[in-house]
């Protein structure tokens, strides 16, 4: 009669040994995950992001300059926060669905509107920067109206196609130069009527005292966000993007990365301005 409960109460403690073990495998798996979901991403790998416009390798005149949007510091800080290598490649917008279905890069910074194709072939997550084009003119000959763009000298930078393809379309004249500094000091300078960029750089620019007597502008159009694309199939490396963005799309950040382009492409103009605003 006393054997029965013996094996009855083995029995019991095989079991509850063998739930312990279960929980303890269950719990030792699951603070793994969690401390990989918090830690690098990507250790040791190299991250390939595509971008639309690469600076020059060298400078001859030794002079750097602030680009014109914020792609290179955002691939940099995207590829950080992953504990991933950067690794720069040139994809042009309209090839991006392609080079990343090929696995040429794992990832693309472009500008997308809200009915881009882009957002229809890949993985889009929003970066939290968005703006529509705008100019730059002298405040005391303004033009009045994007239509008489045609015909006048516009300047743009090498990085900004979208506003290149703006100004062609509308039949200005455009004189493509190297970084939005140098397009800014020849409107101040005379040598163009205005200059395109991004309306939510030029805001903070037209902020400045010094920028009062060129701060003439008109409304923005074609606003379009920069986005990053990952190929459709990878939802682990979207979600790991997502993850690393998170810190970097707050408004804070982006109000700090707006005024310290601001502050240093008024700089570079002041550095390389030549020639008197009195012209």
């Not at 991250?47 to 955002?74: A, C, I, K, N, S």
Request: net charge neutral; glycine share 8%.
């Amino acid at each position: 009669m006393l054997l029965l409960p013996r094996r009855l109460l083995l029995l019991v403690l095989c079991v509850a040994l063998v739930a312990a073990v279960g929980f303890s495998v269950a719990f030792i798996a699951f603070g793994s995950n969690s401390a990989d979901a918090h830690g690098p991403e990507l250790s040791g790998r190299t991250l390939r992001v595509g971008l639309g416009w690469l600076p020059p390798p060298d400078t001859p005149d030794m002079r750097l300059y602030m680009e014109e949007g914020f792609d290179l510091d955002l691939a940099a800080e995207i590829a950080a926060g992953l504990g991933a290598t950067l690794h720069l490649a040139e994809v042009r917008p309209d090839d991006a669905a392609r080079a990343l279905g090929a696995g040429e890069v794992d990832l693309v910074l472009a500008r997308a509107g809200a009915d881009d194709p882009l957002r229809r072939t890949a993985l889009v997550l929003d970066t939290g920067f968005k703006s529509g084009l705008s100019l730059a003119m002298r405040s005391d000959r303004p033009l009045r109206s994007w239509g008489e763009l045609k015909g006048r000298v516009v300047c743009a930078s090498e990085a900004n196609g979208h506003a290149r393809a703006l100004a062609k379309r509308l039949g200005a004249e455009v004189r493509v130069l190297r970084a939005p500094a140098p397009a800014l000091m020849h409107v101040r300078t005379g040598d163009c009527e205005a200059a395109i960029h991004d309306r939510a750089l030029l805001d903070p620019l037209f902020a400045k005292m010094s920028w009062q007597k060129f701060s003439a502008t008109l409304p923005p159009v074609e606003t379009t966000g920069l986005v990053v694309a990952v190929a459709p199939g990878e939802k682990a490396l979207a979600a790991a993007v997502r993850r690393a963005l998170a810190p970097l799309d707050t408004r804070e950040r982006w109000q700090q990365r707006r005024e310290k382009w601001a502050a240093t492409v008024s700089f570079e103009v002041y550095r390389d301005q030549v020639a008197a605003d009195c012209h």
